[in-house]
């Protein structure tokens, strides 16, 4: 390729890196920054995080339904999953309620997740009166606009009034669950104690897109924050934020990084998908504490304290996984952040503040697909 040619092309793609939006819910709405300005995408009030396409164009989320967000009632409320488009700003709903339901009643739908091509979105879902067992899992076609629901023959905590979330890896779906290492215990007696070594362990369940359970796989300890999907070199993991141990999810061993006595600089990183080698970030146990460190040439070039680093939302359920995240990087690799008093962003060299939160929650942000590493 010539010179001058490729010279146009990196300058292109560093033009398209700069105008893609910095996405964030503050509030349940969401928000972007693009070149110093802020503009509002929505106004709801009562949208979940925003989960990013790996081409960076869409978001989808959870949002509470119509009805069910003007309405008081105890437990969380029915859901619809939508997708905004961000170069349109158009946002488009892909599931509804039944016609009978009623504002408290309904189907619960879980932060959906992408294919790792970006065709389909897999969510989990129960109605709000479900007393199942099993997670049900839908997938939705992108291209046909429809949606699969199938049962599964993975366990769900019993008694438990939400919709599980859900990771789409390479290995296939995972899905959170107590594991039966005697069969039976856990339909038997769901009140037992649970734990490692126990007849029921705390684990998650590996799922194909038909709903058919690959693997099984047991925590040793839960993980540090509720788990997210780890990069080492061609296989993914299921990690937390200490990164002390990474499970394995396509059938290799689970590996134990740092001892437990150690655990206070951990190897994993979060870096921009297609700036891996730009500025990213490091999670540090220290004192109990989780800190974020920004890196940068090698260096750390801030510290913060992030141990709020998952987002967690009042009305769109967040506890089994890290789908929502405090911190992110754009796509050439220039790092966005909360902290307690406003959202940040650090280029390496100038921290700024973009934003005055002025005592407004922030339930998510994305700028453009990024991934947890272990070198």
């Given at each position: 390729?010539?010179?001058?040619?490729?010279?146009?092309?990196?300058?292109?793609?560093?033009?398209?890196?700069?105008?893609?939006?910095?996405?964030?819910?503050?509030?349940?709405?969401?928000?972007?920054?693009?070149?110093?300005?802020?503009?509002?995408?929505?106004?709801?009030?009562?949208?979940?995080?925003?989960?990013?396409?790996?081409?960076?164009?869409?978001?989808?989320?959870?949002?509470?339904?119509?009805?069910?967000?003007?309405?008081?009632?105890?437990?969380?409320?029915?859901?619809?999953?939508?997708?905004?488009?961000?170069?349109?700003?158009?946002?488009?709903?892909?599931?509804?309620?039944?016609?009978?339901?009623?504002?408290?009643?309904?189907?619960?739908?879980?932060?959906?997740?992408?294919?790792?091509?970006?065709?389909?979105?897999?969510?989990?879902?129960?109605?709000?009166?479900?007393?199942?067992?099993?997670?049900?899992?839908?997938?939705?076609?992108?291209?046909?606009?429809?949606?699969r629901v199938t049962p599964t023959?993975?366990?769900?905590?019993?008694?438990?009034?939400?919709?599980?979330?859900?990771?789409?890896?390479?290995?296939?779906?995972?899905?959170?669950?107590?594991?039966?290492?005697?069969?039976?215990?856990?339909?038997q007696d769901s009140a037992q104690?649970?734990?490692?070594?126990?007849?029921?362990?705390?684990?998650?369940?590996?799922?194909?897109?038909?709903?058919?359970?690959?693997?099984?796989?047991?925590?040793?300890?839960?993980?540090?924050?509720?788990?997210?999907?780890?990069?080492?070199?061609?296989?993914?993991?299921?990690?937390?934020?200490?990164?002390?141990?990474?499970?394995?999810?396509?059938?290799?061993?689970?590996?134990?990084?740092?001892?437990?006595?150690?655990?206070?600089?951990?190897?994993?990183?979060?870096?921009?998908?297609?700036?891996?080698?730009?500025?990213?970030?490091?999670?540090?146990?220290?004192?109990?504490?989780?800190?974020?460190?920004?890196?940068?040439?090698?260096?750390?070039?801030?510290?913060?304290?992030?141990?709020?680093?998952?987002?967690?939302?009042?009305?769109?359920?967040?506890?089994?996984?890290?789908?929502?995240?405090?911190?992110?990087?754009?796509?050439?690799?220039?790092?966005?952040?909360?902290?307690?008093?406003?959202?940040?962003?650090?280029?390496?060299?100038?921290?700024?503040?973009?934003?005055?939160?002025?005592?407004?929650?922030?339930?998510?942000?994305?700028?453009?697909?990024?991934?947890?590493?272990?070198?």
């Amino acid at each position: 390729m010539p010179t001058r040619l490729l010279s146009l092309l990196v300058l292109l793609l560093l033009s398209a890196a700069r105008a893609t939006p910095l996405v964030v819910n503050i509030d349940g709405d969401f928000w972007a920054w693009t070149a110093g300005t802020w503009s509002r995408l929505t106004s709801w009030g009562h949208n979940g995080p925003p989960i990013l396409s790996p081409d960076g164009r869409t978001v989808a989320y959870a949002s509470v339904a119509a009805g069910a967000a003007e309405t008081f009632h105890t437990g969380w409320s029915p859901t619809n999953i939508w997708t905004l488009d961000l170069a349109s700003r158009k946002a488009a709903r892909l599931t509804a309620q039944p016609t009978t339901s009623t504002p408290a009643e309904g189907f619960i739908r879980s932060t959906p997740a992408w294919s790792p091509d970006g065709q389909f979105l897999a969510w989990t879902q129960k109605s709000t009166s479900s007393t199942a067992t099993t997670h049900t899992v839908a997938l939705y076609s992108l291209a046909s606009g429809t949606t699969r629901v199938t049962p599964t023959n993975a366990l769900d905590y019993v008694g438990v009034p939400v919709a599980a979330g859900v990771l789409w890896s390479p290995a296939g779906l995972v899905v959170p669950g107590p594991i039966e290492r005697v069969p039976g215990a856990y339909r038997q007696d769901s009140a037992q104690a649970i734990g490692s070594g126990r007849d029921v362990e705390v684990g998650a369940y590996v799922l194909d897109t038909s709903g058919r359970v690959r693997r099984r796989v047991s925590f040793t300890s839960s993980p540090n924050g509720a788990g997210h999907l780890v990069r080492k070199g061609g296989a993914v993991y299921l990690a937390g934020f200490d990164g002390a141990t990474l499970y394995g999810l396509d059938g290799r061993a689970d590996l134990r990084l740092v001892p437990r006595r150690e655990a206070t600089s951990v190897p994993e990183r979060l870096v921009a998908a297609r700036a891996p080698n730009a500025l990213s970030i490091r999670f540090v146990v220290r004192e109990k504490e989780l800190r974020c460190q920004l890196l940068g040439g090698g260096r750390v070039v801030r510290e913060w304290s992030c141990q709020n680093v998952r987002a967690l939302g009042h009305e769109i359920y967040g506890e089994d996984f890290d789908t929502a995240l405090t911190v992110t990087l754009s796509p050439d690799g220039t790092a966005a952040y909360v902290r307690a008093d406003g959202v940040y962003v650090h280029d390496g060299r100038t921290e700024r503040r973009i934003l005055d939160l002025r005592g407004r929650g922030v339930y998510g942000l994305v700028w453009g697909p990024v991934e947890f590493r272990v070198p």
